[in-house]
């Protein structure tokens, strides 16, 4: 293990349930194991702007349950320049940190990746975003509890489709990824899945809803990953209207309500496994590297694998959305 005594820790990115429960983890476990812990806040812009905060045990207190992240977080822009990841460097040394654990999505860990290479700095990310995007693990911290907040406002949208006898385009997130829409179209029983990953032409797309919809159900719900090449929900309903302009369609895109509320206990025994062992693959020497978990397993996925964009869509998934909808 390298000279560490103290560990850094920071959010960034788009915020996800169960990012207070790795701070948590991080945080205790590299307590429990003598280290010194500091809180950066804002992410990498409170790095740059040198906001950084002693972490005791009761920093972490009565937070497990909170959606959110209590360091705060934000998209930092400027981190992409040289100069200024050295003024972040600068900080880090200053404040004594000789260790970072990185809680974010694709953005974060590219970020973090650069950071470590640049300053030879000991940096271990945990996967937190809503978008299960990240390569090299099963499972994202946020997206259980994100998969769980779309499929109870679509089983409430399906009261009101089903009385009204309309089709609903419901929009979630994902970022150019179709994790979210696929799986929850499985848990909410939707008629179809419309992701990124697959192109879908207007003429499919109405196969697919007459398929249930007009032969033996009323109503349909099609869930559309946000997509602004192709305008998701709302410019795939304007089609299907222009088309066929029999069916009665509505649009209703979830937006960040998807990245709030109180993590689910699969998020939460997530975020506390993977934050214990943030700390333990730096007391391993072990850099560079997300902690994925894998078949129930944690496992140490390089940065350069995580935020490659290949994860790939499981097909079985996308026909099992066809089959049951029938
Ligand atoms: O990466 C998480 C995410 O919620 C994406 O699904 C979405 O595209 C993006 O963040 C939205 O970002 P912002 O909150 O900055 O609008």
New binding site residues.
């Given amino acids: 293990m390298a000279n560490i005594k103290c560990i850094g820790i920071l959010t960034s ?2 915020d ?1 349930p169960g990012m207070n429960a790795a701070i948590r983890a991080v945080t205790r476990t590299a307590i429990y194991h003598n280290f010194a812990v500091k809180g950066i806040m804002r992410g990498y812009k409170g790095l740059v702007c040198n906001e950084i905060v002693d972490f005791h045990s009761q920093s972490v207190s009565n937070i497990i349950q909170q959606g959110g992240t209590i360091l705060k977080t934000a ?1 930092c822009k400027e981190f992409s320049s040289p100069e200024v990841r050295r003024k972040a460097y600068d900080n880090l040394r200053a404040a004594g940190i000789d260790a970072l654990v990185v809680i974010g ?2 953005g974060s860990l590219t970020g973090a990746s650069i950071f470590a290479e640049e300053f030879n700095i000991p940096i271990v990310g945990l996967p937190g ?3 299960n995007d990240l390569g090299g693990t099963d499972a994202t911290i946020g997206f259980d509890t994100a998969l769980n907040t779309i499929m109870d406002a679509v089983d409430k949208l399906r009261d009101t489709a089903s009385s009204h006898e309309r089709l609903f385009f419901v929009e979630v ?3 150019t990824a179709g994790y ?1 829409a696929l799986n929850s179209a499985i848990a909410s029983g939707s008629e179809a899945a419309i992701i990124p990953e697959m192109e879908t032409e207007v003429d499919q797309l109405a196969e697919l809803i007459n398929q249930g919809f007009r032969k033996s159900k009323n109503s349909a719900i099609v869930i559309v990953a ?1 997509n602004p090449e192709t305008g998701g929900a709302t410019g795939l309903a304007e089609r299907i209207k222009k088309e066929f302009p029999e069916y009665d369609a509505r649009v209703t895109i979830l937006g ?1 309500i ?2 709030g509320g109180s993590p689910t206990a699969i998020d939460r025994i997530l975020a506390s496994r993977m934050g214990q062992a943030a700390i333990e693959a730096l007391m391993e020497g072990q850099r560079n590297v997300m902690i994925g978990v894998e078949n129930g397993r944690i496992v140490y996925v390089p940065f350069t694998k995580a935020v490659k964009h290949n994860k790939g869509i499981n097909r079985d998934d996308l026909n099992l959305v066809k089959i049951l909808s029938i």
Avoid: F, K, P, S
């Fill in positions: 990115g788009g996800a998209r999505g694709d975003t809503i978008d997130m994902g970022h979210l946000e960040h998807q990245r």
